[in-house]
């Protein structure tokens, strides 16, 4: 194995101690947008603090701020990882019903509610793009009860929305979740981005796709005890566009 890969094998499967410490401390500090891997704000007093300290962003990539993105080895390594996928129902219509300040105000807090639940659940916010968010636990960082937690960041993520709540949801949101092995590490060249590839990652996103507002997806071979973790959910085959067969899930509706 290359001593590049190598490294990132370990940073992604024991955890590099400076980035987890950098996590728990940032998480704390406001606000949005962060780097994806140490979670240092950009934005608010935070983000003017840290720059100082040399956590701007960086220029190969916004997303991640200039010391992750400059010491993080080249390449990445193949790991067991689990994926969310969250995405706002209905969001052309919704758009079309709100004034573009009314819409932005209601994406505005859609994610800052996602990045406060899976921060706090340590889960890589790889993106928040558009009426999406998409998010890595990684064993390395979210330990190794990363599935679990996973499972608990989509179903409070959910009731942080407002579904399960008396006054309802204030936003139509579906969720998808899946686990397996993927490519995560740096990608690009001249625009370098901490992600993760691989039919794991797509997966997730087709669960997501097919998932209604207020539901859960996840795929049934996240958790061995995965009926006893969702009681009352409901079986489904679904079609994963690739794949010969369809992916065995379960879904649990929150409304």
Request: charged content about 20%; overall charge neutral.
């Amino acid at each position: 194995m290359p001593a590049a890969s190598a490294e990132w094998q370990k940073i992604l499967t024991e955890g590099h101690r400076g980035m987890v410490i950098s996590r728990h401390f940032w998480r704390h500090v406001p606000s949005a947008p962060r780097c994806k891997v140490c979670a240092n704000p950009f934005g608010g007093i935070g983000g003017r603090a840290a720059r100082l300290g040399g956590w701007a962003p960086s220029r190969k990539n916004p997303n991640l701020c200039a010391r992750c993105c400059d010491s993080l080895p080249p390449g990445g390594a193949e790991v067991d990882i689990a994926v969310l996928f969250a995405d706002v129902r209905g969001s052309t219509g919704l758009g079309e019903r709100s004034s573009p300040s009314e819409y932005a105000e209601l994406l505005n807090r859609f994610y800052a509610t996602a990045t406060e639940v899976l921060l706090r659940h340590d889960g890589l916010i790889d993106k928040l793009i558009g009426d999406e968010a998409m998010a890595l636990f990684i064993p390395g960082v979210a330990g190794p009860e990363y599935r679990r937690r996973a499972l608990a960041a989509a179903v409070e993520l959910l009731r942080a929305i407002g579904y399960g709540s008396p006054s309802g949801a204030w936003l139509p949101l579906g969720v998808g979740l899946n686990a397996g092995r993927a490519y995560v590490g740096n990608v690009g060249s001249a625009v370098v981005d901490f992600t993760a590839l691989g039919d794991a990652v797509n997966v997730a996103a087709r669960l997501q796709a097919e998932a209604a507002a207020g539901e859960l997806l996840v795929a049934e071979d996240l958790l061995e005890d995965l009926d006893a973790q969702l009681p009352g959910a409901r079986r489904r085959a679904i079609d994963a566009r690739g794949r010969g067969e369809p992916v065995p899930a379960l879904a649990m509706d929150l409304a």
